[in-house]
């Protein structure tokens, strides 16, 4: 079976640090991996996804980035982080082929102080 | 641009009701449906989804039906429990990408 993992489950960072949430998924190939942020009170926003090594699609313009180095590994970085960064970064991949169901991982809570 | 609603944002009941949750999106131009529960602080987990040539979806106690036509989805908790409270998102799948709703956050009393 599929499993996705995130990590660090929580983080404290200060403004101006850099980031770098790690995502992998086991159990299938070639998935589509995708970043989302959820901030307090308000709804899932897509970030970033990519549908293959070295793809990337950005849908919102900030300071962070994402990388995907390997077929089931999604990272996603800041080089120095906002006050405005804040909030539960959820990554998610789909088969990419047919019903294009996406399943989540647990998530990171980000604070930045 | 798809835009999804939910409503209501937030419902309170007791436990044993029967209880229907709305979602409407505005681009009927959609792959799928797809509901999610989200316990706090948790990621999401998926409860069903909806094939856009499907009107409709059944788990256990959930049932969920679509139609794109009038851009409406609802789900429908029967028999609810405590252990139902949690926040319902639904989202509308374009080209490999998911547009979500704000959810809507459900309290079932004992």
Redesign the interface.
Known sequence: SQTIHQWPATLVQPVGSPLSLECTVEGTSNP?L?WYRQAAG???Q?LF?S?GIGQISS?VPQNLSASRPQDRQFILSSKKLLLSDSG?Y?C?W?S?LG?????????T?LTVT | KQEVTQIPAALSVPEGENLVLNCSFTDSAIYNLQWFRQDPGKGLTSLLLIQSSQREQTSGRLNASLDKSSGRSTLYIAASQPGDSATYLCAATGFQKLVFGTGTRLLVSP
């Open positions: 589509n995708y308000r709804g899932l897509l996804y549908v849908e539960f959820l998610a789909s990419g019903s294009y169901e996406q399943y989540f991982g647990p998530g809570r």
